[in-house]
Structure formats: C-alpha cells, structure tokens
Nanobody, 120 residues
Framework: QVQLQESGPGLVKPSQTFSLTCTVSGGSITTNNYYWTWIRQPPGKGLERIGYIRYSGSTYYSPFLKSRTSISRDTSKNQFTLYLTSVTPEDTGMYYC????????????WGQGTQVTVSS
C-alpha cells in the first residue's frame, strides 16, 4: 500500500552538503503513529539510523550525526528530506528511507535505497 522512493545526487565531493528526498505514496506523512526515518549502510557494515521526522513534524537525530544532520518535510508534496553537511568518504553508503512503527518499533515499508559516494 505504502511506497517510498529516494532521490539524490549519487556523487558528492568531500566537505560539501548533500540532500536526499523521500517521496511517499499510498499514505500521508502526517498520519498519526508513524515516524519517517532515514537509515544508511556503509560498505561492509550494518544499518545505522540517521534520524527521523515524526508525523507531527518534530525530529530526532543520532547522537553521532546530530551536528551535521537535519530533516525537514513538505507536506504538500508528501516528501521528507535529509540534509548532511561537511561530508567525508566515511559517509559513503546506501541510504534508505523507511516508515517506522511506533507500536512495535520496526520498519514496515522501505524505499529501494540510493547510493551516495563521497569522493574527490
């Protein structure tokens, strides 16, 4: 029912800022009881939750990335966007958006993911 799709630049240079946008269909990002989450996976490593924006519009960020991360939304387009600043090659990986449940604390819908490579 719910579909999510990521879009972004693919290749980013060190020290720059990039943004990724998740477009949601089949459900509203303002519907109660869901979080809209950004997750990444560096090569050879596990999944890392970057942060999320709640149905109310309030946000949460990982303590490891908080100083470089922001998430915003456009309710008219049913989209939410990740901004990551001062990037380094350590930020390279697959980036996913997902819907997070507040009742059982898992992700029930995922986007297909988009590759971000930080390289000069």
């Amino acid at each position: 029912q719910v579909q999510l799709q990521e879009s972004g630049p693919g290749l980013v240079k060190p020290s720059q800022t990039f943004s990724l946008t998740c477009t949601v269909s089949g459900g509203s990002i303002t519907t109660n009881n869901y979080y809209w989450t950004w997750i990444r996976q560096p090569p050879g490593k596990g999944l890392e939750r970057i942060g999320y924006i709640r149905y109310s519009g309030s946000t949460y960020y990982s303590p490891f990335l908080k100083s470089r991360t922001s998430i915003s939304r456009d309710t008219s387009k049913n989209q939410f966007t990740l901004y990551l600043t001062s990037v380094t090659p350590e930020d390279t990986g697959m980036y996913y958006c997902a819907r997070e449940r507040t009742d059982w604390n898992g992700y029930d819908y995922w986007g297909q993911g988009t590759q971000v490579t930080v390289s000069s």
